[in-house]
């Protein structure tokens, strides 16, 4: 976990507006105890989730694909291949969508814009540093132009299945 108090409570703000804008449907079925806080979202994405990341053709069309995400300071973090069509996508239209879904359990969506990290960019050093721990050797040397992203996001809600003392060790997924 790499989150401050600061950024838990920013993303809860974040999740608070989300949650409060997001359609009736939406809001039926993320409440009460099935509705994740900050502090949750945080403990649930430690360590690299499958992330199926939604990007925008030029005519307007809905691309996905899934990407190794790795939630950092209250956003995900990602990486592809500079020939990847999300590559063209994302240099063109950075806006993106992007969700990790533990089957029923937990799923945590959200919107915002995916932002090219390069080694000038505040938050490079340390993306690197854990994408290296976790993998065993530098992302940006798997190939001749591998890009680094960070998605700003502007709107974020997560659902999960209620903590109880019963369930909490628990790695069947039925609850």
């Known amino acids: 976990m790499y989150e401050t108090r600061q950024e ?9 507006r989300s949650h409060a804008a997001g359609s009736a449907h939406l809001r039926e079925i993320v409440q009460g105890e099935r509705r ?7 403990d649930e994405l ?3 989730k499958v992330l199926s990341l939604a990007t925008v053709t030029a005519r307007g069309e809905p691309r ?12 995900w973090t990602f990486g592809t291949d500079g020939r990847a069509a999300k590559a063209r996508h994302l240099g063109a239209r950075p806006a993106v969508s992007a969700a990790h879904v533990d089957g029923e359990r937990l799923g945590v969506f959200c919107h915002g814009e995916a932002v090219r990290l390069t080694p000038g960019h505040s938050t490079w050093t340390e993306t690197i540093a854990h994408w290296r721990t976790h993998y065993g050797s530098d992302p940006t040397t798997w190939g001749d132009d591998i890009r680094m992203y960070r998605i700003t ?3 974020f809600v997560g659902y ?11 790695d069947s997924g039925i609850r």
């Open 160 to 170: 999960g299945v209620p903590e109880s003392p019963g369930n909490a060790d628990d």
């Open 36 to 42: 994740l806080t900050a502090a949750r979202v945080v």
């Open 8 to 16: 838990i409570a920013d993303l809860q703000e974040l999740m608070d």
């Open 64 to 75: 996905v694909s899934a990407v190794d995400g790795h939630f950092l300071h209250g956003a």
């Open 46 to 48: 430690v360590g690299m």
């Open 153 to 155: 996001p502007s709107w």
